[in-house]
Nanobody, 123 residues
């Protein structure tokens, strides 16, 4: 069984920054491509960013390109999402997910999920 635990969410003013972390345990982290997803109230869950198993390839949703950076530390079994220049429309519950599909864009393609961490951006 694979467990993912997100942390780092909170309340921040527009223009501010947050760094999310996702600790994975239960199986070797390096086996999986990883993704960050988010879900705002009343909206569907959407892909934010993805990173392949080695960290050599990343991709981002157009809405976050240039502001968010996904990274991973395979030695520490941890996934990160650095979020800069935050906007009120970035407010959502952020989830990390693990899977074997590349790119990790569709929630249905992901095998394991964390419970999420809430990010609130005030204007």
């Amino acid at each position: 069984q694979v467990q993912l635990v997100e942390s780092g969410g909170g309340l921040v003013q527009a223009g501010g920054s947050l760094r999310l972390s996702c600790a994975i345990s239960g199986r070797t982290f390096i086996y999986y491509n990883m993704g960050w997803f988010r879900q705002a109230p009343g909206k569907e869950r959407e892909s934010v960013a993805g990173i392949n198993w080695s960290g050599s390839t990343t991709e981002y949703a157009d809405s976050v390109k240039g502001r968010f950076t996904i990274s991973r530390d395979n030695d520490k079994n941890t996934l990160y999402l650095q979020m800069n220049s935050l906007k009120p429309e970035d407010t959502a519950v952020y989830y990390c997910a693990a899977g074997n599909t590349w790119p990790p864009r569709r929630p249905v393609d992901m095998n394991y999920w964390g419970k999420g961490t809430l990010v609130t951006v005030s204007s």
